[in-house]
């Protein structure tokens, strides 16, 4: 069964290849489901990484629907992955009703060819799955990363186990995988599975110290940008 772990860092990737995953999903910010990481990042990764390595094209936190400013950095993300050299794209594109945006997919898919090109958790959103599972299969995707539509692939096992017999493409579970309940999805027959294996260290003493972390930003039905009206009232007011 393949192991793919979503490696957050050098420190992240290095540890997953050590440990034996087939291969790692490289991408920043876990907490937020994971944004496109950096073009230093993707480079010390695939010097110093023997095993596969797929990048997530994600170019902000929230939901799953883009402007035409961000499609074109996600484009311009995965050529660079090209001349980096890496296996794999973890992308994909819904419009705003939850459905799958066939076309930008589409889109992405062709431009990251030959890559390995994996749908990701955007999936959960779909309100149409089994719809879905044959556009992305149509289009030349080869592996979807789900949860079964659920808040853990173990919750959403029986979806799993139903997708992957309608569908050639790979059904790669992810959300909540852990040593214990690995087994249960090489038993219902599926061949990959997607982890973290996330642990906390490096601790700061940040005890009376200004949080950094900012709520007004973590909102997935609407996406934080700077706005020019704002913005010039504030250089008026000081040049």
């Known amino acids: 069964m393949l192991v793919e772990v979503c490696a957050n860092s050098l420190e992240s990737a290095l540890n997953a290849q050590k440990a034996g995953a087939d291969r790692i999903e490289l991408c920043s910010e876990l907490g937020v489901g994971g ?5 230093g990042l993707l480079e010390l990764v695939k010097q110093n990484l ?40 973890v992308s994909g594109v819904l419009l705003k009703d939850g459905t799958l945006d066939v076309e930008r997919t589409r889109e992405l898919v ?9 749908f990701h958790r955007a999936f959960e959103w779909i309100p149409n799955p089994l719809v879905a ?16 539509g659920e808040t853990s692939a173990e919750k959403g096992i029986n979806h799993l186990e139903a997708w992957q017999q309608q569908t050639s493409m790979t059904i790669m579970a992810g959300g909540g995988v852990a040593p214990q309940n690995a087994p249960m999805f090489k038993s219902i027959g599926l061949s990959a599975i997607h982890c973290s294996g996330t642990s ?40």
Do not use: W
């Open 133 to 148: 599972l044959t556009e992305l299969e149509a289009m030349g995707v080869d592996t979807v990363l789900t949860s079964g």
């Open 200 to 239: 906390f260290g490096n601790s700061a003493d940040v005890a009376g110290k200004i949080s950094m972390n900012s709520s007004k930003h973590l909102a997935e039905d609407e996406v934080a940008v700077t706005n020019e009206v704002v913005v010039r009232r504030i250089v008026q007011a000081v040049k």
């Open 50 to 89: 023997q095993i596969p390595i797929h990048v997530l094209i994600r170019p902000r936190s929230a939901h799953f629907t883009y402007s035409d400013a961000e499609f074109e950095v996600m484009k311009a993300d995965i050529v660079q992955c090209k001349k980096i050299g890496v296996q794999g794209i």
């Open 110 to 118: 062709t431009l990251a060819k030959p890559l390995h090109f994996t």
């Open 35 to 39: 944004v496109t990481p950096s073009h």
